[in-house]
Structure formats: C-alpha cells, structure tokens
C-alpha cells in the first residue's frame, strides 16, 4: 500500500504534515488553525474524515496552535508525551494519550513510530509512518543530527527533513546574539549544512522523495536550499515546504513515485516544488 504525503505548512509561523493511504491518515503537528488546515486540505481534494489522530512532536507553538480546535471538532485522539502535554494548555484531557519514546502506535493500518531528538522543548520527538513496505519521517526542529535520527533516515522512502538556517545568513543577520546561539547551539534548528550532510550521506538507494522543511524566513532562501540538495540530488526529487502554503501531495509506493497534484491545489503550491 502506498502513502500519500503533503506539508500543509511549514515554518516558524505554523507547522503541520499529512501522512496517509487511501483508508487513513495522521497530522504530524497542528501548527495551523482549525479553519485554514481544513482550507488548505480541501484544495488538495484531501478529506479529514480520514484523518483518525494527531501526533505532536512538541509544545512550541509553531507546532500545536490549532491542536485543541481541530482535535475537538473531529473527535480524534492526540498523541503526545506527558512533558509535553503539559504545554498544551488548551488540550482537552480526555483527547490526549500518551506514548513512550520508541513505542510504536497502530492507526489503521499506518504505523507510527516515535524516538527522542535534540531540541529546547519539554520532551522533543520526531516520527516515522510505515505502512506495508512503505516509510516516510517527519524530522524538523533538530538541534543537531544524532545516531537515531540517522538510523531511522535510512529507512526512508520519502522524508521531511528540516533544513532552517544558512550559517553566514544567520552569522551576518539581524537576529540578536543570544537567539543566534540559541539556533545553533545543538537544541535549536539544523542547518543547511547539517541537513545536507544527512541526505548525502546516509540517504537509502530507495528514496524517493526529501521535502526540505522548517526553513527559517530570515536566514534562509528556498531557491539557495533548492539548488544546494539538488546537485545531491540524483534521482531523488527535492521540494522545498512553504511557510505560506501547502505543498503538492506526493504518492509514495516503494518501487516507484508519481507526484500527485490535486485538481484543487494552488498553482503557487505546484510551483514550489520546483524551488
């Protein structure tokens, strides 16, 4: 069974991915609200009836801005550390359910995934989505790249992977020193450079897909990381994730990928995957 994957945004002003087959579906991240995921969702002619769970990889508000609306609204369960939850003050008690690091969690027939990562927030974790022979991970907010985040990259048919800041941009920007050392001190965000290093190196012959996420607006341009992964790139198709709308749905199978476009979808969405 193949997935279907899309970044209905990304980036400091609203984080949140979509993962699912042709029966169900998960959000990694509610960083949008209730109103406009369901906007951006319909004009990629995708259906929240299946999404069945939402899965918060922590507390920052970037990440759960429309958790409480949108796990109220359709009733689906949040899953999140207890650390985290703590930081999710709207979340309604009865919606949340806990997991352990590195526990596997069944929905439907996708398989979630959770390990720990390096970042300032109560209980950080990113995710990988299995279904069948079919992988995809969700890794943003990265202080720095560690073994398990390696481990679990080269796993991957398709992945998300965060590539926020360009070292001299954010050495010459306007950010203060403290916020500067903050992003890059190793539980801040991954570099170009960092990311870079991850794909090159320990990308699996089988990848596909790399939607390059969490792109920081000041220290950062789409057209420099676009053309930095690509000469990596080989046969691998590189997208870059907006932080002002939705990406394409990409279709994932493990032998082959076709890129699905939905009718609906902006001509400004389509067009991000080519910078």
């Not at 991954?190 to 220290?219: G, I």
């Not at 790139?233 to 590189?238: D, N, P, R, S, T």
Request: hydrophobic share 35%.
């Amino acid at each position: 069974m193949s997935l279907f994957i899309t970044s209905l945004n990304s980036g400091s002003n609203g984080n949140c991915y979509y993962i699912g087959n042709e029966n169900e579906a998960v959000l990694v991240d509610a960083g949008l609200s209730c109103r406009e995921t369901e906007k951006r969702m319909r004009r990629l002619d995708l259906n929240m009836k299946k999404v069945k769970a939402i899965f918060v990889s922590h507390e920052h508000t970037d990440h759960v801005r429309g958790l409480a609306g949108i796990s109220s609204k359709y009733q689906l369960p949040v899953y999140v550390t207890n650390s985290t939850r703590t930081g999710c003050y709207h979340l309604k008690q009865e919606s949340a359910i806990h997991f352990e690091p590195r526990e596997t969690i069944s929905v439907g027939s996708l398989q979630v995934t959770s390990f720990p990562k390096f970042h300032d927030a109560a209980d950080p974790h990113s995710f990988i989505i299995s279904c069948n022979d079919v992988t995809v991970g969700v890794f943003t907010d990265l202080g720095r790249p560690c073994a398990e985040l390696i481990k679990h990259f080269k796993k991957c048919h398709a992945a998300f992977l965060e590539a926020n800041y360009d070292e001299e941009m954010l050495q010459n920007g306007r950010y203060p020193h403290f916020l500067k050392n903050r992003i890059r001190g190793g539980e801040g965000h991954l570099s170009n450079k960092q990311a870079l290093e991850v794909f090159s190196e320990h990308r699996p012959a089988f990848m596909s897909h790399l939607l390059l996420a969490h792109l920081s607006a000041d220290n950062n341009s789409p057209e420099l990381v676009h053309r930095l992964f690509s000469e990596k790139a080989g046969h691998v198709q590189v997208t870059v994730a907006s932080r002002y709308e939705e990406t394409p749905v990409f279709y994932i199978t493990a032998n082959q990928v076709n890129t699905v476009v939905r009718k609906k979808a902006l001509a400004g969405a389509a067009q991000m995957s080519m910078f």
